[in-house]
């Protein structure tokens, strides 16, 4: 079973983020990269049988972002509800743990677009502005080796940018739908890590992506959780709100889903 040892607790305490190299193990991996690409070409067809190009912030054959699908799948919920995210959800998170998003995110090759500066939670707290919830929890799980050629990901460390509990005002940029959360000359730490290897980070860690120059799609897979149902200022659940641990104890229910949103 994977460990999550103090050195990574310890950075994770102090930068908000940490990296977990080849934490995923090669079946797994095999598994998630037939599921996202089977994801992908349903999303084509989707868009190519309506005419459009983009959607939100996908844009076909160049990003795309596919949302909270899993239970389109055989397979998914065992990697999300499994041991390998109980055991690193737990060890941020604590003892009570739900299922709060989950997501593919795909470059696609030689055109795949960046991604700019923005915190997790600056989504929500866009379209819901009285909304205070909590920080929660991503697990930016790569199912490619992640290159700066390729379009990884940057992150900017919380002790520099003190942004722990705040989230900072987002604008919506032109062209690409994509909120912009910092406007700064910090670079930020370059992610480049083997394929199954996940960036674990707080949703007010700010973060952004490069484009994919490459010949080969940049697939991403994000499950992120939370300790408590995050709720819009109206007091509805806000994307999932799935029971995975309480007090330590695996509680998923698969039929259990349709009410998850109501308990907690």
């Not at 499994?82 to 997501?103: C, I, K, N, W």
């Not at 930016?140 to 379009?151: F, K, P, S, V």
């Not at 990884?152 to 919506?172: C, E, K, M, Y």
């Amino acid at each position: 079973m994977y460990d999550v040892d103090a050195t990574a607790r310890d950075a994770f305490e102090r930068d908000g983020f940490v990296v977990l190299e080849s934490a995923i193990d090669r079946d797994t991996l095999a598994m998630l990269r037939e599921e996202c690409d089977g994801f992908v070409e349903r999303t084509d067809r989707w868009l190519e049988a309506r005419g459009k190009d983009t959607h939100s912030i996908t844009h076909r054959g160049r990003r795309y972002f596919i949302a909270n699908r899993h239970r389109e799948s055989a397979r998914m919920p065992g990697f999300l509800f499994g041991d390998l995210m109980r055991t690193l959800s737990t060890a941020f998170l604590g003892p009570t743990v739900y299922l709060f998003h989950e997501q593919w995110v795909v470059k696609g090759a030689e055109r795949g677009m960046r991604f700019a500066w923005h915190q997790d939670s600056g989504y929500v707290r866009f379209q819901d502005p009285d909304n205070r919830h909590a920080p929660y929890l991503t697990c930016w799980c790569a199912l490619d080796d992640m290159t700066r050629e390729n379009g990884t990901i940057s992150v900017l460390s919380q002790a520099r940018t003190g942004s722990r509990n705040t989230v900072f005002p987002h604008r919506r940029e032109a062209g690409t739908n994509d909120l912009v959360g910092y406007d700064g000359d910090e670079p930020g730490q370059l992610i480049e890590a083997p394929a199954g290897s996940i960036a674990v980070f707080w949703s007010t860690t700010l973060h952004k992506s490069g484009a994919n120059a490459t010949d080969r799609p940049r697939r991403a897979y994000l499950p992120q959780y939370s300790r408590e149902p995050i709720r819009r200022a109206d007091g509805s659940v806000w994307s999932l709100a799935i029971p995975f641990v309480r007090d330590g104890e695996l509680v998923y229910e698969p039929s259990g889903e349709a009410t998850a949103a109501t308990l907690g």
